[in-house]
């Protein structure tokens, strides 16, 4: 019998196997198809290529990968593609897809992640759902979920409890879950997880509990990061048992008790941060075995006893061990490390001496042992690499000269050695270092002249050496320093004239020069001087006239030229300005008190000037007056005072119980004006009342020179701690800033029973009061609304960006967005505010601070005040301007507010027919207020202030755009899109 050839038995099993793939290939076009067509919404045309073709292949489609061999598709990533809609459950239906990526999208609906659409999924490896818009619990995986090694869900709006099912996944290796709004605890269940390399549940608002042992069972685990969890308890002792791990963050939680001696378990540990704890006890001898750790941060806990000499045999990259309560010296063998760039000890309690030799073989760039009681020489090989750029000592005791060896430190850009004993001169050249921005030397007791090498340094911007005994002439060399925006040169010994050419520095914004031996006159052209705020040139041998053009600095607020040998009067000039501290006693000034001056207030500010003569101030000798006054202008003025009398005498009977019955009461000028608080007190009636808010009530008061201003009295007086507290922000905050977005306070007044603030006028009221008006007349022009968002949100960007520190308002809302007559808003309201310089060791705000329907969702969890938390309330009104509803309109639904109405609404399909602005099409029509005037709506400004608003509202802090880069947003640059012209 002949044999059969098997070559075509082969072919027909080929041909065979190729169909299959063919049609396999086929069915996979058609559900991705389906899936684009019916679950998603690709308004920016990310998905073009996906259309019909004729040989039905999608494998060179956007985001598709095949399996060339088997002609089918294994994976699909739409990461970052801006596609809405629910979870495209849809693609489950491809059963060769090993991988699913549809992270950084606007995808929403959590409702849509069930067992039931995900039940098709089961042959996935990795599922990656992260930085979307999903609300809700997290999804219960249904059984069949044997094969997941990959599951990111991070960055979401998950809620809840961490499913049972989440540790049933056999051969899951990554599982992060950081960013969410998760309310329980960390399931023990998540140690079943045995194959798990990375465990990420960072940032989730649980509920306290504690780190369990269960933990202990992932041997295979490299990245542990639980940061900001309300982690409470010890640590547990099974952490040891980690010999894989490479990162250890349990950072910015409550743990408590001693650092457990397994830590020293962990032999690939690279990283371990447990700062910001309640960590007590002394530093366990195991970290010497930790020879493969190169970042340590343990501070901001309760740690006590010495630094571990064994420490220092390690090679470490960061040594963090700030804010602790360390005792001890640290080791001579630290100064061996060859791998140490960042040395960072500060806020403890070292003591003795640091190792001479520190830095002879370590390329450190960053050396902070600020706030301890180190003591002795300071180490002078530092910068023996050349590497070093921070030099942070201060608060020490150390004593002796400035090594020489720094004058060749060209790396250095920050110096902060202030309140130390340092001694003898500066190293010449190490004031031209020209990388240096910043030195601050202040309480010590260096000596010699300030080199005229200081020129070098043209990148400096803060000099601040007072309290020294600095001696000399000030080189002119600084004036080279164009960069300069505060010199600080006080309470030294310095000498001679002062250089004229000083007062070209255009960006200088204080000077402060007090208590030396300057001599000769003040400089008198200041022109350039546009944006200095403190001048401080007091308790010098100046000579000479003050110079009249001090009085056209616009930002100049502190200005103290006392104890000097000034002769001549005091210029008219100064009257301009809006002065928060003003002294010029113990001068030789002679002549009649300018009228801007001519009040008790400032009496403390003019004594010691035997020349001055006033007719208000009975202190000052009264000004003679040469020619005798005719007797009728004496009649004249007899008959004025009696109706005087006689007019005041009407109003303390008529206004008793509007006005302080003591006299008791300080005064602060913020800007000149033409009254005082005599001209207010009487008119703070009932019958003025305009409105009425949480600190107090607020009166239109129309004064007798026709300007009108608005008073706040706040309740209580001094019985009222809390009404206090917002008096003293008001002031400090208003009193010092200036921005044409920001209401202007005039001044205050403060009396035993009273507390009142005086600010401009708005006329047409607040945002609020104006956008919720039944027919709201004054915003149907868009326009007017779009010029209120951009003003507004430059105000809150100079608080944020500008000021120094930072300030944070706490209670941003319309209704403290004040419009002047011609619709231009101002911020106002400043009771709640902050500045984001915060004492060491202050906790969080001790109560939530804000407005209910604006307060961000974190405050909910933690109440740390972050300019973040601005930015989102600024959001709600954005959409309060784009919708015309208040932030907890009763439209929305029960336990909605408008971010989440405007959310679900903006990001839900269009609506079938919709058509508005001119060929727009989306659910613009469903959320724009429908008072707004069609013909001034430019509905693609609409749409990026509503875009702009999504990303203000975000659930997270860290995807918030920052108020200045809201501002270019509004101005032009467009962000991402909710609506798209069809």
């Not at 994976?75 to 549809?102: K, M």
């Not at 590497?387 to 090594?403: D, E």
């Not at 020349?611 to 003679?624: F, I, N, R």
């Amino acid at each position: 019998m002949q044999q059969q050839h098997p070559f075509p038995i082969l072919l027909l099993c080929l041909l065979f196997s190729s169909g299959i793939a063919t049609a396999s290939l086929a069915r996979d076009y058609e559900i991705l198809l389906r899936v684009k067509n019916t679950q998603l919404q690709d308004k920016n045309k990310s998905l073009h290529d996906w259309v019909s073709t004729t040989n039905h292949n999608p494998c060179n489609w956007t985001g598709i990968t095949c399996d060339a061999r088997n002609k089918s598709v294994v994976s699909i990533d739409l990461s970052e593609t801006a596609i809405y809609g629910d979870f495209p459950f849809g693609f489950c239906r491809i059963h060769t897809l090993q991988s699913l990526n549809v992270a950084g999208n606007f995808l929403s609906n959590a409702n849509s992640i069930s067992p039931q659409t995900l039940l098709p999924c089961s042959n996935l490896q990795r599922l990656n759902l992260s930085d979307n818009l999903f609300v809700g619990d997290l999804p219960e995986f249904p059984p069949g979920f044997t094969k997941l090694t990959h599951l990111d869900l991070s960055r979401n709006n998950f809620t809840g409890n961490i499913p049972a099912s989440f540790g049933r996944f056999p051969k899951l290796t990554v599982l992060v879950l950081t960013a969410n709004l998760l309310t329980g605890t960390i399931p023990p269940y998540l140690g079943n997880l045995s194959e798990l390399t990375r465990l990420e549940l960072a940032y989730n608002p649980m509920k306290p509990g504690p780190l369990p042992s269960q933990i202990g069972n992932l041997s295979n685990l490299e990245n542990l990061f639980l940061t900001q969890l309300n982690l409470i308890g010890e640590i547990p002792s099974s952490i040891g048992n980690l010999a894989s791990l490479n990162n250890l963050d349990l950072s910015d939680n409550f743990l408590s008790g001693e650092i457990p001696n397994t830590i020293s378990g962990l032999k690939s540990v690279i990283q371990i941060e447990l700062y910001l704890n309640n960590l007590s006890g002394e530093i366990p001898q195991g970290f010497g075995n930790l020879t493969s750790l190169v970042y340590l941060d343990l501070s901001q806990n309760a740690l006590t006893g010495a630094f571990p000499e064994e420490l220092a045999s390690l090679n470490l990259s960061s040594l963090n061990l700030n804010d602790n309560l360390l005792e001890g010296k640290v080791p001579e063998s630290l100064a061996a490390n060859p791998n140490l760039v960042q040395l960072r000890l500060f806020n403890n309690s070292f003591t003795g001496k640091l190792p001479q030799d520190l830095g002879r073989n370590s390329p450190i760039e960053e050396f902070d042992v600020s706030s301890n009681y180190f003591t002795g020489e300071f180490p002078k090989l530092l910068c023996e690499r050349n590497k070093l750029q921070n030099l942070i000592a201060f608060t020490n005791g150390f004593s002796g000269n400035l090594p020489d060896e720094y004058q060749n430190c060209h790396s250095l850009e920050y110096v902060r050695i202030e309140f130390n004993e340092f001694s003898g001169e500066v190293p010449p050249r190490i004031w031209s270092l020209p990388r240096l921005y910043f030195m601050k030397m202040h309480n010590n007791r260096f000596e010699g002249p300030l080199s005229a090498s200081i020129s070098g340094a043209t990148g400096l911007t803060k000099l601040l050496l007072s309290s020294n005994n600095f001696s000399g002439k000030l080189p002119a060399g600084i004036c080279e320093l164009i960069h300069l925006l505060e010199i600080d040169i006080s309470n030294n010994r310095f000498t001679g004239e002062v250089p004229t050419c000083i007062t070209g520095l255009r960006k200088l914004q204080k000077l402060r020069m007090q208590d030396n031996m300057f001599t000769c006159e003040i400089p008198g052209n200041v022109t350039s001087w546009t944006k200095l705020t403190e001048l401080n040139l007091s308790h010098n041998r100046f000579s000479g006239e003050i110079p009249p053009e001090l009085g056209s600095l616009p930002d100049l607020i502190y200005l103290d030229l006392a104890a000097n040998s000034l002769t001549g009067e005091i210029p008219v000039d100064l009257t301009k300005l809006t002065l928060n501290q003003f002294n010029l006693s113990d001068n030789n000034l002679s002549g009649e008190v300018p009228s801007g001056f001519n009040h008790q207030r400032y009496l403390q500010s003019l004594m010691g000037n035997p020349g001055l003569c006033s007719q208000v101030m009975k202190t000052l000798h009264p000004c003679s007056r040469h020619r005798p006054i005719p007797l009728v202008v004496v009649i004249i003025l007899a008959m004025c005072v009696m109706v005087l009398v006689g007019t005041l005498v009407w109003f303390q009977k008529r206004n008793s119980r509007g006005k302080s019955t003591g006299s008791n009461f300080m005064t602060t000028m913020f800007k000149r004006v033409g009254f005082n608080e005599e001209d207010i007190m009487p008119f703070i009636t009932s019958e003025n009342v305009i409105g009425s808010g949480s600190s107090g009530q607020v009166y239109k008061v129309e004064l007798k020179t026709g300007q009108t201003v608005a008073v706040k009295k706040l309740w209580g007086g001094t019985q009222k701690p809390d009404m206090e507290s917002v008096f003293r922000s008001e002031i400090e905050t208003l009193g010092v800033i200036r921005h044409a977005n920001i209401v202007k306070l005039l001044f205050s007044c403060s009396g035993d029973e009273f507390r009142i603030l005086v600010y401009e006028y708005m006329e047409n009221g607040s945002l609020g009061d104006v956008l919720h008006a039944e027919k709201c007349g004054e915003l149907e022009d868009w326009s007017k609304r779009f010029t209120i968002a951009v003003g507004a949100a430059q105000g809150l960007a100079y608080l944020h960006h500008d000021c120094v520190p930072a300030i944070v308002h706490r209670d941003v809302k319309s209704n403290n967005i004040l419009l002047d007559h011609d619709f231009v808003p101002r911020v106002a309201d400043f009771g709640l505010a902050k500045t984001l310089q915060r004492e060491a060791g202050e906790g969080p705000m001790s109560r939530v601070a804000g407005s209910y329907g604006y307060i961000a969702p974190e405050y909910a969890y933690t109440l740390k005040v972050t300019e973040k938390s601005d930015v989102y309330s600024f959001g709600v009104v954005l959409m309060e301007l784009v919708t015309g509803k208040r932030p907890n309109d009763s439209s929305f639904g029960e336990s909605k507010d408008i971010v989440k109405w405007v959310t679900e609404t903006a990001l839900s399909p269009s609506p079938e027919g919709s058509n508005i602005g001119g060929g727009l099409s989306c659910v613009l029509s469903q959320i724009v207020d429908p008072r707004l005037n069609p013909d001034t709506c430019d509905y693609e400004e609409v749409e990026k202030v509503l875009n702009v608003a999504l990303l203000c509202t975000s659930a997270f802090p860290i995807n918030r755009p920052s108020m200045r880069r809201v501002v270019e947003l509004l101005k032009g640059h467009k962000p991402s899109p909710v609506c798209r012209k069809t």
